[in-house]
C-alpha cells in the first residue's frame, strides 16, 4: 500500500514513517478545526466577555513554549514518539475536560487553555522535530505542501460540519457532539503513532546555548525575529477574526462556510505551491503573500455583508499557502545548515517555538491593554490593522537569509 501511494505521489524518497506522520497531522487538523474555532465562541456565549476569551488564549500561548522547553528535555532523555504520544493524548484530555465542565467552560477559561497549551507544546515540539528527522531538502516543499493540503482539507471539512451540527441541535448540545467528536480523532492518531520508528537522541538539552547562537548566525538570528512577527499577528487574529465574524453574521453555520472558502482555497493552493515555488523563488513569494495577506485586513474590516466576508476569506486562503510553505522551508534550512544542526535539532526547535509564542503572547497584550482603553467594538478593528501586519514584517527579516553560506566554526 505504501509503494503504491509511493508511486502515486510520484516521490521516490517518501518514506513509511513521513506517511504516518502526514496521517498523524491530518487527523490533528481534523480534529483541531472540527473545534478548535468553536471553542472560542463557546466561551463567548457563556461569558460575552472579549477579556475572558483572550485569557483563554493568553494561556494557551504561555504554557505552549514552557511545555516545549520541557518536552524538549523529554525528546533528548526518551524516544521522541512518545512526546508525540503525550501531546495527541492531551490534547484528547482537553476536549474530554470540556465535555465534562459542560456549560460552565468559560469559568474555566484559564486552566482549559493552559491544558491546550500544554498539549500543543507536547505535540508540536515533537512533530517538527519528526518533520526534521525524517524530511530532507528534497522532500521538505514536498511535506510542507501536502501537510497543508491535509490541514486545508480538515479546514474544509470541520467547521463546516460542526457549524451545521451546532446550528440544528438546540442549546449547547451541537458543542457537546463536536467535542466529543474531536476527541475520538486524537484517540485514532494515539493508535496510528504506533506505527512510527522510535526515534531516539543523545547529549544534554541545552536550549539557552541555541538561544545565544543569535550573536554567531545571522541567518538564526533573523529568521527568529521572522517568527516573532508571524506570532505577532498569529496570537489576536487566531481568536478575534472568528468571533468577529460570529457577532456579524450571529451563526456558527456562516462561521463554518466561510472557513471552508478560506480552506477551499487553501488546498488548491498548497497543493499548488509546493510545485510551483521553488527554492530560489521563496523570497519572493513571502514578499507578495506577506503584502497581500497584510492588505486583505481592509476587506476583513470594511465587510458589512456575507459575500465580503467570503472574499476576505477566499483571498487569505490563497496567500497563505504562498507564505507558509517556502517560510517553514527556509526556516528548517537554516536550521539544518546551523551549528551542531544533527546533535541540537531539538534545541532549535524549542527556540523558534519560544520566540514564536512571545510574539502571540505580545499580540494578545496588546489587545487586553486596548480594550482597556477603547471599547472592544471600537477598538478591534485598530487591533487587527496594527497587528495585522506581522506577516508583512517576515519578509524584511528574512531577506537577508543566504542558506548557502556554512555555519561559523565554534571552537
Known amino acids: 500500500m505504501v509503494s503504491k501511494l509511493r508511486a502515486w505521489l510520484s516521490h521516490e524518497n517518501v518514506s513509511k514513517d513521513l506517511l504516518l506522520l502526514l496521517l498523524i497531522g491530518g487527523l490533528y487538523s481534523l480534529g483541531i478545526f472540527l473545534s478548535s474555532t468553536f471553542v472560542n465562541i463557546y466561551l463567548w456565549k457563556q461569558s460575552n466577555s472579549y477579556t475572558d476569551i483572550a485569557l483563554y488564549n493568553l494561556s494557551i500561548y504561555v504554557l505552549q513554549p514552557l511545555t516545549f522547553i520541557f518536552a524538549g528535555k523529554c525528546a533528548k532523555r526518551i524516544d521522541r514518539v512518545i512526546v508525540l504520544r503525550t501531546g495527541v493524548t492531551v490534547l484528547s484530555l482537553f476536549f474530554l475536560t470540556v465535555l465534562i465542565v459542560g456549560e460552565r467552560a468559560a469559568t474555566f477559561n484559564i486552566m482549559l487553555g493552559s491544558l491546550l497549551g500544554i498539549g500543543y507544546g507536547f505535540y508540536w515540539l515533537a512533530y517538527n522535530v519528526l518533520t526534521f528527522e525524517i524530511t530532507e531538502p528534497d522532500t521538505r516543499d514536498f511535506f510542507n505542501g501536502f501537510l497543508g493540503v491535509l490541514q486545508s482539507f480538515g479546514g474544509m471539512c470541520g467547521p463546516l460540519l460542526a457549524g451545521y451540527i451546532i446550528s440544528r441541535l438546540n442549546n449547547f448540545t451541537g458543542y457537546t457532539v463536536i467535542f466529543t467528536i474531536s476527541f475520538v480523532m486524537f484517540i485514532v492518531a494515539v493508535l496510528v503513532s504506533l506505527g512510527l520508528s522510535r526515534r531516539k537522541a543523545k547529549g544534554n538539552f541545552s536550549f539557552r546555548r541555541i538561544i545565544n547562537e543569535r550573536e554567531n548566525n545571522p541567518n538564526w538570528r533573523r529568521i527568529l525575529n521572522a517568527h516573532v512577527a508571524q506570532g505577532f499577528r498569529e496570537g489576536t ?129 496588546v489587545f487586553l491593554l486596548a480594550i482597556t482603553v477603547i471599547p472592544p467594538e471600537t477598538g478591534i478593528p485598530y487591533i487587527l490593522l496594527l497587528v495585522g501586519g506581522g506577516h508583512f514584517l517576515i519578509y524584511f527579516f528574512i531577506k537577508g537569509i543566504d542558506t548557502k553560506i556554512p555555519p561559523a566554526s565554534h571552537n
Open 237 to 365: 487574529f487566531l481568536f478575534a477574526v472568528s468571533i468577529w465574524i460570529f457577532l456579524m453574521t450571529k451563526d456558527e453555520l456562516s462561521l463554518g462556510v466561510f472557513n471552508l472558502v478560506y480552506s477551499g482555497f487553501s488546498f488548491l493552493f498548497f497543493f499548488l505551491v509546493s510545485r510551483w515555488v521553488k527554492p530560489r523563488r521563496r523570497k519572493k513569494a513571502i514578499f507578495i503573500s506577506g503584502l497581500a495577506l497584510y492588505l486583505s485586513v481592509i476587506i476583513l474590516l470594511f465587510s458589512d455583508t456575507m459575500t465580503m466576508l467570503l472574499i476576505y476569506g477566499g483571498i487569505a486562503g490563497i496567500f497563505f499557502p504562498l507564505l507558509y510553505v517556502p517560510y517553514v522551508s527556509l526556516t528548517y534550512d537554516v536550521i539544518g545548515k546551523s551549528w551542531n544542526a544533527a546533535e541540537m535539532r531539538i534545541e532549535y526547535i524549542v527556540v523558534r517555538e519560544i520566540f514564536l509564542n512571545f510574539g502571540r503572547v505580545l499580540s494578545i497584550i
